[in-house]
């Protein structure tokens, strides 16, 4: 797998240099491939495509694009992972991904080795052009504590050498650990969500605590001017934005020049489509993605519910990858617990999201500390609903004052900004 590695990667190093052209025909035959893929092989496709009576071994290209229909996650919500996996798949060497489940009931694909170890070269190759090398100590902070260790973890020798220089950490942990280890471990890169930079801004600057990083890479959530700046001055470091989601993968990360972010055309296909119709140069659109690289659960035109603008620019780096600009994204904030005590938003996501009949909710810290939560419910009696989530809230938040009420909708939930954990406090 290693030798594999270093081909993709090779690979991948020469083509970002590629014409606008050349990378658009990989696309386009990798595409081809995978929708084709897709219908013969996994029944969820193979319904969705006759529903609408197209037959993808017609579609070629980009121009037989707009005959597929779009995926959304509501389909893979009400799909089996059976029904989404390619009926040809070795499912001995897959593992489980969920996603976070920031905008509803979280979602699980598969992952296999080739997919995990493409993932881990399009990281290697975005960290690369932003001045990462062998030898840098890089440690990321994972949102949760996996119950296994993620597939590219596992590839042979690449685990050693990731052993010796990469460390995680893991967001459930207290942070006041996290700072001893960074003082005494000194990472040179940090990979972390913003929500995580706020915090550790917050407990640094309250412990008086000096950090510093040459890289630190953001990742999970948007990344907006204030945090940038703040993590910059604070911990002396060159930010770099990236942006994907577990369903592809990376989808495009920052260039070194600042002049937006490099789309990762190998292995993704990103379409910006703007009231039915594809976003011009410089439009705002909804990010739509295809996965080139995802064979056991493909992901063929998905969308992601966020938006950004695609732009024709040339970029003065040289990069033949194209460029996509003002990312809106989700955005989540850490909760102060008692006792200062850092609580990670995806912690509190994952709470509240596992609580049967909760729809959707939003938790908002106010500047008093106290915690609000408007929550929908499906199905079940509001009542019990209710009763549950009182009890869940008062397991993570103890004494902290707290207000839940029942609402018909939920302000702004429909929107790419949607904050489900919001804190007046610490924002
Ligand atoms: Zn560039």
């Given at each position: ?7 993709d ?54 121009g ?58 399009a ?26 260790s ?21 967001g ?65 470091s ?10 592809v ?90 006792e ?21 909710f939003k ?34 938040f ?14 702004g ?5 949607f ?9």
């Amino acid at each position: 797998m290693i030798f594999q590695m270093l081909r993709d990667w090779a690979s991948l190093e020469r083509s970002q240099w590629w014409s606008r052209e050349a990378l658009h025909n990989i696309q386009e035959r990798k595409l081809s491939k995978i929708v084709r893929h897709g219908y013969q092989n996994v029944p969820f496709y193979r319904r969705l495509y006759d529903s609408v009576h197209v037959n993808p071994t017609d579609v070629i290209g980009y121009g037989g694009l707009g005959r597929l229909p779009f995926v959304t996650r509501q389909h893979l919500r009400d799909t089996s992972l059976q029904d989404m996996t390619a009926a040809n798949a070795d499912l001995t060497k897959c593992s489980p991904d969920t996603t976070s489940g920031s905008t509803g009931t979280p979602v699980t694909l598969l992952e296999d080795p080739s997919f995990a170890a493409k993932q881990e070269m399009a990281h290697l190759r975005a960290y690369w052009a932003n001045g990462v090398r062998p030898g840098h100590k890089i440690c990321t902070v994972w949102a949760m504590r996996a119950s296994q260790s993620p597939l590219a973890g596992k590839l042979g020798l690449y685990s050693v050498i990731e052993g010796k220089f990469h460390r995680r950490v893991w967001g459930t942990d207290d942070i006041h650990d996290h700072m001893k280890f960074y003082s005494v471990w000194k990472p040179d890169v940090l990979i972390a969500s913003p929500s995580y930079y706020r915090a550790l801004l917050w407990f640094s600057e309250q412990n008086r605590a000096k950090l510093s990083f040459k890289v630190a890479v953001s990742s999970g959530e948007l990344l907006d001017d204030t945090t940038r700046k703040r993590i910059c001055d604070a911990f002396q470091s060159e930010v770099i934005d990236t942006y994907g989601l577990m369903e592809v993968g990376i989808v495009s990360w920052e260039c070194p020049q600042h002049r937006g972010y490099h789309v990762n055309a190998e292995s993704v296909l990103v379409e910006f489509i703007k009231d039915g119709a594809p976003a011009a140069s410089g439009e705002a659109g909804k990010v739509y993605v295809t996965s080139l690289d995802r064979r056991i659960t493909p992901i063929i035109r998905y969308f992601t519910g966020d938006v950004a603008t695609p732009t024709d620019d040339e970029c003065p780096c040289g990069r033949g990858l194209s460029l996509m600009k003002n990312v809106q994204g989700r955005i989540v904030d850490f909760i102060l617990g008692e006792e200062d005590r850092y609580m990670s938003p995806w912690v509190v996501i994952r709470a509240l999201r596992s609580i049967q009949g909760v729809e959707n909710f939003k938790l908002t810290q106010k500047s008093d500390s106290s915690i609000d939560v408007q929550f929908r419910t499906r199905g079940l009696e509001a009542e019990s609903v209710l009763n549950v989530l009182h009890q869940r809230c008062t397991e993570l938040f103890g004494d902290m004052s707290l207000d839940i009420k029942l609402v018909d909708q939920i302000e702004g939930e429909r929107g790419p900004k949607f904050r489900p954990v919001a804190s007046d406090l610490t924002h």
